[in-house]
């Protein structure tokens, strides 16, 4: 009986374990630009504004992007559901620079939502992600903000080069500190 006792106690914590598992992000040793060229953790994003604004001190970009590729079937419908077909998501943040900090994949083990830790984040980020190329979108949450796309002037590029490839790539500026301001009001003076 007391062995009884053991295992159902240990499948118990086991299931328990899996219920309050977080999906976290897998951390990469390589970005992508949006020009599909590689970017080493370190290096300095070029003129691609579609991917990262320089936004000033104590800022940071998140940037999620999503990309679907393939030989298409002749005659066959376009969708990442046929053979020949892959698609595949990635994140990666950059400073106010546009210097790669961290690129990140989500974990195929798991859906949404996402967790992210890294030791120049003040705070931890929570990413929800559609990643559907036609329409991608995220929320993520960090510090005593929310940001989406749609919101706080983020934002999704799409390029298409209507044969092999589909891709997008979304952006949206958050303050490393994690606390976002009020914006202030200046009382307006008449002086008639």
Same mark, same amino acid.
């Given at each position: !009986?007391?062995?009884?006792q053991?295992?159902?106690?240990l499948?118990?914590a086991?299931?328990?374990?899996?219920?309050?598992?977080e999906?976290?992000?897998v951390?990469?040793?390589?970005?992508?630009?949006?020009k599909?060229?590689?970017?080493?953790?370190?290096?300095?994003?070029?003129?691609q504004?579609d991917m990262?604004?320089s936004q000033?001190?104590?800022q940071?970009t998140f940037? !999620?992007t999503v990309a679907m590729?393939g030989?298409?079937i002749p005659g066959?419908?376009i969708?990442?559901?046929?053979?020949?077909?892959?698609?595949?998501?990635s994140?990666m943040i950059f400073?106010n620079?546009c210097k790669?900090?961290?690129?990140y994949?989500?974990?195929?083990?798991?859906n949404?939502?996402?967790t992210?830790?890294?030791?120049?984040?003040?705070d931890?980020m929570?990413i929800?992600?559609?990643?559907d190329?036609g329409d991608p979108s995220f929320?993520?949450?960090y510090?005593?903000?929310?940001?989406?796309?749609?919101?706080n002037?983020?934002?999704?590029?799409?390029t298409d080069?209507?044969?092999?490839?589909?891709a997008?790539a979304c952006?949206?500026?958050f303050p490393?500190n994690g606390?976002?301001?009020?914006r202030g009001?200046?009382?307006?003076?008449?002086?008639?």
């Amino acid at each position: !009986m007391k062995n009884f006792q053991q295992a159902v106690f240990l499948s118990a914590a086991a299931l328990f374990s899996l219920i309050a598992a977080e999906c976290d992000v897998v951390p990469l040793t390589v970005g992508t630009d949006g020009k599909g060229n590689s970017l080493n953790i370190g290096d300095v994003l070029g003129d691609q504004p579609d991917m990262c604004d320089s936004q000033g001190d104590g800022q940071y970009t998140f940037v !999620m992007t999503v990309a679907m590729g393939g030989l298409p079937i002749p005659g066959g419908p376009i969708t990442p559901g046929f053979p020949g077909y892959v698609s595949s998501a990635s994140y990666m943040i950059f400073d106010n620079g546009c210097k790669l900090l961290g690129a990140y994949s989500p974990n195929g083990d798991c859906n949404s939502p996402y967790t992210l830790e890294d030791n120049y984040l003040a705070d931890v980020m929570t990413i929800q992600s559609f990643t559907d190329v036609g329409d991608p979108s995220f929320t993520f949450y960090y510090g005593n903000g929310k940001f989406s796309t749609g919101n706080n002037h983020c934002g999704c590029a799409t390029t298409d080069d209507s044969l092999t490839k589909v891709a997008a790539a979304c952006k949206c500026a958050f303050p490393q500190n994690g606390v976002l301001s009020k914006r202030g009001f200046q009382a307006i003076q008449y002086t008639g």
